[in-house]
């Protein structure tokens, strides 16, 4: 059996005042078996370290460069996220990908980078709408995955967290319903046991976009659906809290 994961993604959300109560909150109300984590905006990764350190709370990032170190303004090292204690580090979101260019190729590389640092990257992959509409959905998530497959290799996801984000759905308020999420995790699994069937069954595929505390008990329980990641719903307390009770 494999173990429950769910991260919260606060994207570009969050103040040092409003922080803190939040965390404070979901370091103390955590229970069950999940294992739970938050990715915080940059600035607030030292803050995140302060309320969290010692519990069983994890923490990480949003995006990391997929260069070590060197004349990159703006970029965060993936060394430099160790250094605040992250664990996790999300590569290719979706509003990266459609926002900043990060191309197969750069999610790719964040990802290796990311390993390397020793974080726990969760790649994120998903179709948008007109994909799914085209039909496209397991073409697209296949080229997703075989990118970043063909620059680090499979047994590089047995320290690594896969999440399926369809693109819709993310802050849409519409969500696969648990057969659609379902049928695209197992064909992640099953492209993940074509090279290896023990990192393939071991691997953690969380499902993301728009999961709420009503909808995740029954996402949850699907096979294939290893828990969640969370974008709106990590940002008030109880209803996180509600989501990782019911991984
Ligand atoms: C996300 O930001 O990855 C996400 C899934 O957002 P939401 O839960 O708000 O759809």
């Known amino acids: 059996m494999r173990s429950k994961l769910v991260a919260g993604n ?61 004349a990159f303004t703006g970029e965060v090292s993936g060394a430099m996220l160790v250094d605040f204690g992250c664990r996790y580090v999300l590569v290719g979101h979706s509003e990266r990908r459609s926002f900043y260019g990060d191309t197969d190729a750069v999610v790719a590389a964040k990802f ?22 085209a039909g496209t959905t397991g073409e697209v998530v296949t080229r997703q995955i075989d990118a970043v497959l063909s620059s ?27 057969a659609q999420a379902q049928e695209v995790h197992a064909l992640i699994r099953q492209r993940f046991a074509r090279d290896s069937a023990e990192v393939a069954s071991g691997l953690q595929i969380l499902y993301g976009g728009s ?21 709106g719903a990590s940002l008030v307390a109880e209803d996180f809290l509600a989501i990782c009770a019911a991984a």
């Not at 992959?125 to 509409?133: C, H, K």
Request: glycine letters at 14%; proline letters at 5%; aromatic letters at 6%.
């Open 10 to 70: 606060w994207k570009m959300h969050g103040s040092l005042s409003g922080n803190q109560g939040l965390l404070q909150a979901v370091r103390d109300g955590v229970k069950g078996n999940a294992a739970v984590a938050v990715c915080v905006p940059y600035p607030y990764l030292a803050q995140a370290r302060a309320v969290l350190e010692g519990g069983s709370v994890a923490w990480g990032a949003q995006d990391v460069s997929e260069h070590a170190q060197g």
């Open 112 to 133: 290796t980078a990311a390993l390397k640092a020793g974080l726990t990257p969760v790649l994120c992959v998903g179709e948008s709408l007109a994909e799914r509409e």
């Open 152 to 178: 680090s290799g499979v047994a590089a996801f047995s320290s690594a967290v896969v999440a399926y984000e369809p693109v819709w759905a993310i802050g849409t308020g519409r969500t696969a319903s648990p």
């Open 211 to 231: 999961v709420k505390p009503g909808n995740a008990k029954e996402l949850f329980g699907q096979p294939d659906i290893d828990g969640g990641l969370i974008g």
